[in-house]
């Protein structure tokens, strides 16, 4: 939609002049510039509230993922020992190689 003309804005000028008369079009042009600018403020304090909510909704499922990849991370590999405790015993087993599985392969990194 274009924005109106010259010719749209002064039809709209007298139109208002006419049904309102002389005395009361300034208070009428006040008041709705009060209201617009009511509106202005209101919309943007929504739409800041609205980012901010989506902020806290994007940090708290990245800290939900981190969570469950964590979580998932533990059961595959099974940790046990100093890794999953707070204790530091003196002695640590040494870590056991399957000799069924084969080590992992990055195509990218041939």
Do not use: C
Not at 23 to 48: H, M, S, W, Y
């Amino acid at each position: 939609m274009n924005a109106p003309g010259f010719w749209e804005i002064a039809f709209l000028a007298v139109l208002a002049l006419m049904i309102f008369g002389p005395q009361k079009l300034p208070e009428v042009a006040r008041n709705a510039g009060k209201l617009i600018a009511r509106f202005k403020r209101e919309a943007t304090n929504t739409l800041d509230e609205l980012k901010r909510s989506a902020d806290l909704e994007d940090i708290t499922g990245v800290a939900k993922e981190l969570r469950a990849t964590t979580a998932d991370l533990k059961r595959s590999a099974s940790l046990t020992g100093p890794l999953t405790s707070s204790a530091h015993p003196k002695t640590s087993a040494p870590a056991t190689v399957r000799a069924d599985t084969a080590p992992p392969f990055d195509p990218e990194a041939t």
